[in-house]
């Protein structure tokens, strides 16, 4: 089967007004499409086609409010990635110190990269891989230079994780022993399997927010682990949702007032665009506001 051809604005325009849209000002909508793709445009109408197959909507909506969705996603994308890198310098910083303190006492110091330190060591040899093309991508940074002209190329864990993702981590977390796993995780006060899910939940989302994927009406994937008391509180809560990551990023959070921030600053941007926002399409609860 061949590629679908390229198309001009005037023809793209042309196809939107096909399936369904309204297009309310000309010089707009090709403003529009010259800044954001046609491709990518089109994945905020999902949830107004008639079926999941088709690219007819069920009424008419107008491409600026298509555009608006668009909007506030970028703009929420913004607002998390804000906070998940508060929470993933606090995790990197709380699982380095914690998991090198335990292994890494005795000379030289390089016990976190034993292999057998680590529970699943399958995982950890494709962490340790993963991490090696990193470090020879990052190699004219000062922090590896250091590292090989005085320790032979290796670091304490603390400099490793300044090179690794959020996902890296978060798989380490999960190569080490349950012993490793609780002893971090007593730490924040939650279980190490509950730790483990956040951690991949927050990857997760950390990696759509860096490379501007859309966040709203998608399915999440691992589904968060929240509590039993929550969801039996909060049956509209699915925990493959967006808004049961927020949450997850939320608890996650190291301080009250950061929680409180994140929830006011997410209520302020949900009320700017209101008007166009339907909660439940979402994965928002119409509660949102007194769950958060």
């Known amino acids: 089967m061949e590629l679908k051809r390229p198309l001009t604005i005037d023809e793209q325009l042309s196809k939107l007004e096909m ?13 529009i499409l010259e800044q954001v793709s046609y491709y990518r445009i089109t994945g905020y109408t999902l949830q107004f086609r008639k079926n999941p197959s088709s ?7 107008k491409l600026s409010e298509i555009y608006g969705l668009y909007k506030f996603d970028a703009m929420l994308r913004t607002l998390l990635r804000k906070y998940l890198e508060i929470n993933e310098v606090y995790y990197k910083t709380h699982i380095s110190n914690i ?6 006492k005795e000379f030289p110091h390089d016990q976190h990269y034993d292999v057998n330190n680590y529970f699943n060591k399958d995982g950890f040899n494709r ?20 590292h090989k002209q005085n320790y032979n190329g290796k670091m304490p864990l603390w400099a490793m994780f300044e090179l690794m993702s959020f996902l890296s981590v978060s ?10 796993q609780d002893r971090i995780a007593v730490r924040i006060g939650i279980g190490s399997k509950t730790l483990a899910n956040h951690l991949h939940c927050m990857s997760v989302l950390r990696n759509k927010c860096s490379h501007a994927a859309r966040l709203i009406n998608t399915r999440y994937n691992p589904p968060a682990k929240l509590s039993g008391n929550f969801l039996r509180d909060n049956p509209s809560v699915n925990n493959d949702s967006l808004f049961a990551y927020i949450m997850v990023l939320k608890y996650r959070l190291p301080s009250v007032e950061l929680r409180t921030e994140l929830k006011n600053e997410l209520i302020k941007l949900i009320e700017r665009f209101n008007d166009i926002l339907d909660l439940s399409l979402i994965g928002f609860p119409t509660n949102y506001e007194s769950i958060l």
């Open 19 to 31: 399936h369904g849209i309204e297009i309310d000002n000309e010089s707009d909508a090709n403003h």
């Open 127 to 146: 962490i340790i891989e993963k991490f090696e093309k990193e470090e020879k991508y990052y190699n004219d940074s000062l922090i590896v230079k250091h």
């Open 99 to 104: 998991f090198s303190l335990e292994k890494c």
């Open 55 to 61: 690219s007819d909507l069920v009424s008419k909506h």
């Open 171 to 180: 798989m380490l977390y999960s190569a080490m022993f349950k012993s490793s």
